[in-house]
Structure formats: structure tokens, C-alpha cells
């Protein structure tokens, strides 16, 4: 599972993933998000200074906790697709939406 | 009595306040061979609201501009003149209404449904083979009879909102069983009065019913944009619910469960920034 965290710079560490771009003052991308931080990438950013960043990792989880969060996902979309029907078309939209919440669990 | 009839809705469409200058100058530029691109740059510069709107979304991470812009010019440079002209007019349309008058209708629900419809019709527009720019305008003015209704007809609309509470239908049946006209042809009748060019105007009225509509238009697209915002939740609101997806329009588009998943990251991506633009 991907889990996405606000790090202080001072934790991060070479091989993690950005979840989001870092940007400076003026708003201009330093590093896009999806880049993996590198020992140079590191450096610049404590060089500007930069406070916390957002990055992704994947974590082992507790097949009970998985399971619980799937079927609490599950509630929530059986309630949006209630008048929806069975139809291929629509019973993909629901998996892939499924799906993704699962893997971009925040 | 809450019915309303066509008639009624056009005559009460005919009084609207007229449309900026600069947004009435983009729409007739869809049909124009000759645009003067620096005069409607300056017409659009001259409204400073509008101005000020544009520009925020021009520099939201929505385009990944290296830098930022500070002038309708500079966006016209930079981003082209299609996608300011999406912007001005996505902006400017919506910001012609005042639904708050209606009590009952979620304004802010509503902002954050259209540009999430916007921002998957975006995602789709390259595979369908359509401009994403124009897709975005589609998506953030699909729904506006919902506006035309709530700001022109507020008590008849409060009696649809109360009725969809009611029977947790579709808000198009609330409609059609209270007012016998649905939000899909309130805004059809709007696009006509406002002389939308037909790509925008089939996207507005038949995003409901994709199938009737032209295989090239953007309304099958506008379908499935408006159900994978809906299946996201992203109105937050708690009555939201899906409509069956329609058949033909999902096959004229070549969709599939692998292709949705590539392009769902893309609308939630965007989603909070660019309505914080687009609001207020």
C-alpha cells in the first residue's frame, strides 16, 4: 500500500519518492512530484532551505486493517452507485475506482 | 404550480444581463476565421474581475507553468489562445449567476462537481481525439441550467431540491417531475440564447442522454467525466449518486477499466487548486 507523508527535511531520506512537487517562495517547481530523492536533490533543498516534504512509500499492512478499509471504501461507493445498475460499463468505473482508493490510500 | 414551459424559460433567459464584452467576443470567435487575438486580449484585460480570475488559474499547477504569468498577454504567449479562451469563458459564464438565492442549493458543491467534471474531461479529451481545452470549458459549464434554474426560477428550484431529498432520485427526475423540463435542456435553451458554438452545446444538453448526440461531439465524453466525478465523491455531498453509464457513448470513446485508471489520478491531482481559482 502507498502511504503519502508531510516529512521535516532533516527526516527525509535518499530513495524516497515526492508525492507532491517541492516549489519555492515564488511558486516555481524545484523538484516534480514523482521524482526519487537523491543525495544532490537533498542538498538543494536544504540549501533553499525548504521545511517538509511530501513523499509516498509503499508500507506492509495488516491484512484485517486492508480488509476493514476495503470494505469501508466498499460502503461508501455501493452508496453513490445505488441507482447505478449492473451494467459492465458501470461496474468497471466502480472497480477502478475501488482500486484506486485502495492504492492511493492517504 | 412549479411547471415551467419553454417558452417561459427563453423569455426569462432573453432578460439575463448581458455577458462581458470579452466572453461574448470569445464565443463568436469559435465560428470566425479572422481573430483579432490582441484585441480580445484587451477586452478581457479590461475586466479586471475577470482578469484576476483567469490569471489565478493560468498560474495554478492545473498548466505546470515554470513561471508565472501577470497579463492576459503573457497567457495568450504562453498557454495559447484556445486555452485562455477556455478559461475566460469557463469563468466568465459561471460567474453571470447567483444561485445563493435559492436556498437550498449547495453552491460550493457544485463549483467543486463542475471542475471535477472539467478536470476528467481534460484527462479524456487526448484519447477521444478532442481538444482538451474546449473538453475543461465543457466540463465546467455542463451543468449551468442547474444555475439558470436555481438564480431565474429559485422557488420552483427549491421544490425540486426538496422532492430529490425526498425520493433519493436523480436530480434530472426531481426536475422533470416538478418542473417537466431537466438542467440537460434548460441549459441546451441557454446555449442557443447565448449562441454557444455546437461542440459546447451538445455537451451541455445531451450529457444526460450521450447517445443521441453525434459520435464526434463532446457529450459522450462529458458523460463519462460527469460519472467519474460523481463515482469519486468529489462533491462531498451526501445525497451524491451515479447514473447508469451510458452503453454507446462508453464504446464511442474505446473505454475500458485499464484506460479509467490512468486517468482518475489526473482530475483529484488538480482538483483543490483549481477551485480555489475558480471561486469567489
Known sequence: ?106 | MNQLNRDQVVARLKQLPSLPSAVTELLASFSKEDIDISQIAHQIACDQGLTARVLRVANSSFYGLQSRVGTINEAVVVLGFRAVRSMVLAVGMSGAFRPEQCPGFDAPAYLRHCVAVGLAARAIAPLAGHNAELAFTAGILHDIGELVLASNFSPQYVAVLAYRKQHDCFLVEAERDVLGMDHAEVGGLLAETWRFPDSLHEAVADHHAPAGAPASSLADLIHLADAMAHALGLSRQPEEMLMPLDRTAWNRLGMDQAKLATLLPQIERSMEETCQALSG
Open chain 1, 1 to 106: 500500500m502507498k502511504v503519502v507523508e508531510i516529512l521535516p527535511l532533516s527526516d527525509a531520506v535518499v530513495g524516497l519518492r515526492l508525492a507532491a512537487a517541492v516549489l519555492d517562495e515564488a511558486g516555481h517547481v524545484l523538484v516534480p512530484a514523482g521524482a526519487e530523492l537523491s543525495e544532490s536533490i537533498l542538498q538543494g533543498l536544504q540549501r533553499r532551505e525548504i521545511a517538509e516534504i511530501s513523499v509516498e512509500h509503499d508500507v506492509e499492512e495488516d491484512p484485517a486493517a486492508q480488509a476493514a478499509y476495503r470494505a469501508k471504501l466498499a460502503a461508501q461507493l455501493d452508496h453513490i452507485f445505488r441507482k447505478a445498475g449492473d451494467g459492465d460499463e458501470t461496474r468497471a468505473l466502480y472497480q477502478a475506482v475501488l482500486d484506486y482508493r485502495m492504492e492511493h490510500r492517504s
